[in-house]
């Protein structure tokens, strides 16, 4: 027995790291239960005892090991023993010697009983343009505005060189700037808007264990605390309350991003799933708790957006001549036991100085050409205006030329009225106007930015890295993408 104590690993702590940051969700987020017996098929996670909602431990670590190898190696690059990914949050499942994680993320609950909003989603067939039989569900949601206390505490071993201590602290201030920026999200569905966030300010206690008073300093530490204390100095930047530089890292996350805006055209409904108080019309357009606002917000949501692109999609790469494949790869597919996650992340966005009016419409008898008996109903969408504005965002991960070309394709689309949003499209809603739309490329080795807008009814391109290239080549740039596009498929292009 005493020969297996020499022989184990001993782990010395030198210093003990807390850090503490007030979670703020910006978008409606998902926290699923798993609970079975629950009235919606998707039921929120909550605290037994204050009913708050509840963010476990094991999801905060996910997220950030998850945005920490992204990080440093890409997407879809295989974590790897020796990565920072590892030597913060331990070894992998597939090393059963691998080490354990010196970083303690405590289980954290919402400062306050949420807010609960109730969303409805359906698949669509593709084929008919129309809703599933079974196909339907509900689910549960934190509204944007609930925060949530974060508590870190990470362990420095002794025996470790300052170079590997100081590499380790600089690994969690870089995972944390994921929440610091907004680059994180928790939660289910968070590649369709839902479970955007940020820390906004952050508290530090460095404990030198080696020193008698830290050591008293850190037992009489009020551990069972994790909110933000008022008399203690906030850091709006994780790097700078750990006294690190993050500036030489290296961002190897290959992505494609769309940032348009667009005018309402008409009229927009996206059904709400949520319960109305008075007199309310029978169909309400979708709205959304907003921390900067006293009443829910209209939103064109990420699911109801991505699930026009990908039916668009569909019917461009069929014209084509191609197959789904493409199709399943960008937007994810679920075919028995095979799965494949989205690579387009679509955001849910606020629509902006929005107008709501209730129309009142009746259903017509085909044979008769009278009004059919009982089918009076009232709709409550929203009506565009001069300074209404809507916002689409997209984020294509580990993208393709070819891949490029198709997303500009469905943005042209949108961008020209031909490609409506949200429902009742046969009567005229959801059509939008382009203004302006920024695509940047973030590429590790060779980033590209490119920006699209209207002038006097002339529609312009513009390389916004290098503004005093021609426009002709822009054009010629981007048009190489859907030339791709054509070449994946099979066609011949025409040079």
Request: net charge negative; proline share 4%; glycine share 10%.
């Amino acid at each position: 027995m005493s020969q297996e104590r020499l022989n184990r690993n001993q782990h010395p702590i030198a210093k003990r790291i807390i850090v503490r940051g007030t979670l703020i969700l910006d978008t409606p987020t998902c926290l699923g239960s798993g609970d079975a017996d629950s009235p919606t098929d998707i039921a929120l996670l909550r605290d037994t005892v204050s009913d708050c909602g509840l963010l476990i431990g094991s999801s905060i670590a996910g997220a950030l090991r998850n945005y920490l190898r992204e990080y440093q190696d890409g997407y879809g690059v295989e974590e790897q023993n020796g990565d920072r990914a590892t030597r913060l949050f331990g070894g992998t499942r597939r090393d059963p010697d691998g080490e354990q994680s010196p970083l303690i993320i405590n289980d954290a609950i919402s400062s306050t009983i949420p807010t609960v909003e109730l969303r409805d989603g359906v698949e669509i067939e593709a084929i008919t343009g129309t809703a599933k039989p079974g196909h339907k569900y509900d689910l549960e949601l934190l509204a944007a505005g609930t925060k949530f206390p974060l508590s870190f505490e990470l362990l420095v071993e002794k025996d470790k060189k300052s170079v590997e201590q100081q590499a380790l602290i600089n690994c969690l201030a870089l995972a944390l700037q994921g929440l610091e920026k907004a680059e994180i999200g928790i939660g289910m569905k968070k590649r369709r808007g839902f479970g955007r966030c940020h820390v906004k300010e952050w508290q530090v206690w460095n404990f030198n264990l080696e020193d008698p008073g830290d050591r008293t300093a850190w037992l009489n530490f009020e551990h069972w605390r994790t909110d933000l204390l008022p008399d203690r100095t906030t850091y709006p930047s994780i790097a700078t309350a750990l006294g690190v530089s993050l500036e030489n890292e290296s961002d190897r996350r290959d992505r494609f991003v769309i940032h348009a805006q667009f005018q309402l055209v008409g009229s927009l409904l996206i059904r709400s799933g949520q319960d109305s108080t008075g007199r309310a019309p029978d169909v309400v357009h979708l709205k959304s708790h907003q921390p900067d606002s006293p009443n829910p917000e209209p939103v064109l949501s990420g699911t109801s957006l991505a699930g026009v692109l990908r039916h668009r999609a569909e019917r461009i790469v069929n014209t084509l001549g191609g197959s789904s494949t493409l199709v399943k790869e960008l937007f994810g597919f679920v075919e028995g036991k095979e799965a494949q996650s989205s690579r387009l992340v679509v955001r849910e966005k606020v629509i902006k100085n929005a107008t709501e009016l209730v129309q009142t419409r009746i259903a017509i008898d085909r044979f008769t050409g009278g009004a059919y008996h009982g089918a009076l109903f009232e709709e409550q969408p929203i009506f565009g205006g001069d300074k209404t504005l809507v916002t689409v965002e997209l984020e294509l991960r580990k993208p393709e030329k070819y891949e490029i070309g198709l997303l500009l394709l469905l943005l042209k689309d949108l961008w020209t009225s031909d490609l409506p949003v949200g429902g009742e499209s046969s009567i005229g809603r959801g059509r939008l106007k382009g203004i302006k739309a920024d695509l940047i490329w973030h590429h590790p080795d060779n980033p590209q930015q490119w920006t699209i807008y209207e002038a006097n009814d002339e529609l312009k391109i513009i390389d916004s890295i290098n503004p005093t290239q021609s426009e002709k080549s822009v054009r010629d740039k981007l048009e190489g993408f859907v030339k791709e596009l054509w070449a994946h498929l099979g066609k011949e292009v025409e040079v």
